[in-house]
């Protein structure tokens, strides 16, 4: 039974560049979320796709979207990377969308902006 | 605005101890309460939902003051392996399904032998 796979595990950028991340949610589970991760913080939630449909969003800029796959799979795309970016991301599933139901997480891509 | 504010430690705690975290929350329109650990540098994973009841697992015990708006972790006979960051999480639903995590900044807890 597959967990939540993210990859790279690691990317470095320069600023201005563009990112895209991406998961693979847990076998059985149909909503992805992701989130931010800064060092000694804890994560902040970005956005949460179900139905192939961002439902939710976080306090992040239009920098920051995402795609979610007919397989349920999902990418994160960031646009005009700023050294703030630089950050742990982590992408979480769950089975339906509904808060009573955990999150899983993946095991992140630390990402470096230099 | 959102927010779940807990103690960040360190707790420094004799193996064989009892310890006790405990974690506020601004929004009572809160749905669903969960306690995460996060070891350095790898992902959080869920240690256990919280329920109004009150629930238990093991060694762990969580309890929910919806009134007073916190929750609360308890380790008994704590374990070297528990040395980590606990994250207390909060769960909100604005009616077309849930907000996203609010997570803690967290609490940094060292089990010393």
């Known amino acids: 039974d597959a967990g939540v796979t993210q990859s790279p595990t690691h990317l470095i950028k320069t600023r201005g560049q563009q990112v895209t991340l991406r998961c693979s949610p847990k076998s059985g589970h149909d909503t992805v979320s992701w989130y931010q991760q800064a060092l000694g913080q804890g994560p902040q939630f970005i956005f949460q796709y179900y139905e192939e449909e961002e439902r939710q969003r976080g306090n992040f800029p239009d920098r920051f979207s995402g795609h979610q796959f007919p397989n349920y799979s999902s990418e994160l795309n960031v646009n005009a990377l700023l050294l703030g970016d630089s950050a742990l991301y982590l992408c979480a599933s769950s089975d339906g969308p509904n808060s009573n139901q955990p999150q899983h997480f993946g095991d992140g891509t630390r990402l470096s902006i230099l | 605005r959102k927010e779940v504010e807990q103690d960040p430690g360190p707790f420094n705690v004799p193996e064989g101890a009892t310890v006790a975290f405990n974690c506020t929350y601004s929004?009572?329109?809160?749905?669903?309460f969960f306690w995460y650990r996060q070891d350095c540098r790898k992902e959080p994973k869920l240690l256990m939902s919280v329920y109004s009841s009150g629930n238990e697992d093991g060694r762990f015990t969580a309890q929910l003051n919806r009134a007073s708006q916190y929750i609360s972790l308890l380790i008994r006979d704590s374990k070297l392996s528990d040395s980590a960051t606990y994250l207390c999480v909060v769960n909100e639903d604005s009616g077309g399904g849930a907000d996203g995590l609010t997570f803690g900044k967290g609490t940094h807890l060292i089990i010393q032998p």
């Open positions: 929004n009572s329109a809160s749905q669903s």
